[in-house]
């Protein structure tokens, strides 16, 4: 087999296990913010604000650190993906961020499968091209992992966002916030002294008209009238039954808990139209078929 094979067989392994470790690391750490967070939670709510303040940034820190291991991970698995890339002699240009982010920032992590990494790729590319990752004289190393490594201290504002975000999380009022419900609601009442209402409706009375005028006549002329009495028969008043269901088979009408249920001269009005309904729709009476049949016998 080649030594150049070989290398590739070997860095290979070693990207799997650089993978593996960087995901358990990611879950520890994971863990111990939630044991953190919970801690200045503690000292939040027993008023211990300026230590929470100094601790947090050990919080801060390794979420940083967490989120360098995510970028990490997925140029590990980018390197491994291309593989059959890494066999050439010079860095395809497609792996060349992934491969200088990779050596630039493994001896600054605990990883050290990483770092077995970077000395395969260092044997691979040779000790200019490690040069030129670790000093970035291209800028070919990811912005990203530059920033994440970098060890200047949080802003106020993130402190800020993340003792409030811990606050909130744990059900801890922080920080105090006066309890101001603001001014109670004026009430306006419109009603005179001298006509109290009590909340009731009044009636306003209707201004009288003069007894000659036309609207006056025309007025009592209607109070005297009453209705036809074919009103009422030619528009009967009736509520139907909903239509039976599979959820209620025998529907009913109600009104106020009591069932409604039609008069005997309802019934016999309905039968008797009934009656007439089939007399006039074609289908002949006992009498007419008695003659029929006569009929045919002669």
């Known amino acids: 087999m080649p030594p150049s094979a070989t290398l590739i067989t070997k860095l290979k392994v070693q990207l799997k296990l650089s993978i593996a470790r960087l995901r358990m690391v990611q879950q520890r750490d994971e863990q111990m913010g939630k044991t953190q967070r919970r801690a200045m939670a503690q000292l939040l709510e027993v008023g211990k604000v ?3 303040r100094i601790r947090v940034e050990n919080i801060i820190r390794s979420d940083i650190t967490t989120e360098l291991h995510e970028i990490l991970e997925l140029y590990c698995e980018l390197l491994l993906a291309r593989a059959g890339l890494l066999e050439g002699q010079t860095c395809d240009p497609g792996l060349e961020e992934a491969v200088k982010s990779v050596i630039y920032a ?31 004289s291209d800028q070919k190393v990811s912005p990203k992992v530059i920033k994440k490594l970098s060890v200047t201290p949080p802003r106020e504002e993130l402190v800020q966002g993340y003792l409030e975000e811990i606050a909130r999380a744990y059900g801890v009022d922080w920080p105090k916030r006066p309890k101001d419900l ?8 419109d009603d005179a002294d001298d006509n109290p209402s009590s909340g009731q409706a009044q009636k306003v ?21 009453t209705p036809p009495r074919s009103l009422a028969q030619d528009i009967p ?10 959820d209620n088979p025998h529907p009913r009408v109600t009104l106020n808990s009591v069932e409604l249920k039609p008069s005997k001269k309802m019934v016999d009005a309905g039968i008797s139209k009934k009656s007439d309904d089939r007399k006039g729709d074609g289908i002949p009476g006992l009498d007419e078929l008695t003659a029929r049949f006569a009929a045919l016998k002669r």
């Open 182 to 189: 603001g001014d109670p609601p004026e009430f306006v009442d």
């Open 205 to 225: 009375p209707e201004s009288a008209l003069p007894s000659d005028s036309k609207a006056a006549q025309a007025r009592e002329t209607l109070s005297h009238a």
């Open 106 to 136: 493994a001896p600054k992590t605990e990883i050290k499968e990483l770092q077995q990494v970077r000395a395969l790729l260092a044997e691979k590319y040779g000790k200019e091209f490690v040069l030129s990752a670790m000093e970035n």
């Open 50 to 52: 300026e230590s929470a």
């Open 237 to 246: 008043l009736h509520v139907n039954p909903p239509s039976p269901s599979t």
